[in-house]
T-cell receptor
Framework: KAGVTQTPRYLIKTRGQQVTLSCSPI?????VSWYQQTPGQGLQFLFE???????NKGNFPGRFSGRQFSNSRSEMNVSTLELGDSALYLC???????????FGEGSRLTVL | GENVEQHPSTLSVQEGDSAVIKCTYS??????FPWYKQELGKGPQLIID?????GEKKDQRIAVTLNKTAKHFSLHITETQPEDSAVYFC??????????FGAGTTVTVRA
């Protein structure tokens, strides 16, 4: 059974640009969550989607957005990139009920 | 919102000894407490979890205890092995589809 797949694994952007990250959940999982991981702030919740609907959102500015497609794949977008957006962005999937999350290996974003 | 504090931030143990990591949480409504292990270059992996209706759970060398009254929970690893070296995160959730994580504990097992 394939795990959570995130693309791209690494990317470098410059300030002011925008970026789109993609996540394919485990087959059969309908919930996708996104987390930002940085050395200073640790793991912070961005948002969670289930059946194309956002069920919860963390305390991030509106530059961070996401969406989920009918096949449960998800994308997150960060517009007008800032240096502080450099981080490992982790996607996690689950069946949908509160509980175990399965994380991907992350997309490491560097903003120059 | 939920605030999870985790101690210690680093832990060095001799192979074969036990390791204990402690976490406290602030939201009394939290009812799910997972522990994740993250190895270098990988995403966090669930190693054990506990729900609020249980006080203790064990899986081979790993055990978790929960004290709801004191709002703290702990991870115990016995007979540590070099492959246990990693960063461990505790987390808490109250059925709102998000996890609040502790800051992490870097565990080093000395051979």
């Amino acid at each position: 059974k394939a795990g959570v797949t995130q693309t791209p694994r690494y990317l470098i952007k410059t300030r002011g640009q925008q970026v789109t990250l993609s996540c394919s959940p485990i087959s059969g999982h309908r919930s996708v969550s996104w987390y930002q991981q940085t050395p200073g702030q640790g793991l912070q919740f961005l948002f969670e989607y289930f059946s194309e609907t956002q069920r919860n959102k963390g305390n991030f500015p509106g530059r961070f957005s996401g969406r989920q497609f009918s096949n449960s794949r998800s994308e997150m977008n960060v517009s007008t990139l800032e240096l502080g957006d450099s981080a490992l962005y982790l996607c996690a999937s689950s069946r949908g009920a509160p509980g175990e999350l399965f994380f991907g290996e992350g997309s490491r974003l560097t903003v120059l | 919102g939920e605030n999870v504090e985790q101690h210690p931030s680093t832990l060095s143990v001799q192979e074969g000894d036990s390791a204990v990591i402690k976490c406290t949480y602030s939201d009394s409504a939290s009812n799910y407490f997972p522990w994740y292990k993250q190895e270098l270059g990988k995403g966090p992996q669930l190693i054990i979890d506990i729900r609020s209706n249980v006080g203790e759970k064990k899986d081979q060398r790993i055990a978790v205890t929960l004290n709801k009254t004191a709002k703290h929970f702990s991870l115990h690893i016995t007979e540590t092995q070099p492959e246990d070296s990693a960063v461990y995160f505790c987390a808490a959730s109250n059925d709102d589809y998000k996890l609040s994580f502790g800051a992490g504990t870097t565990v080093t097992v000395r051979a």
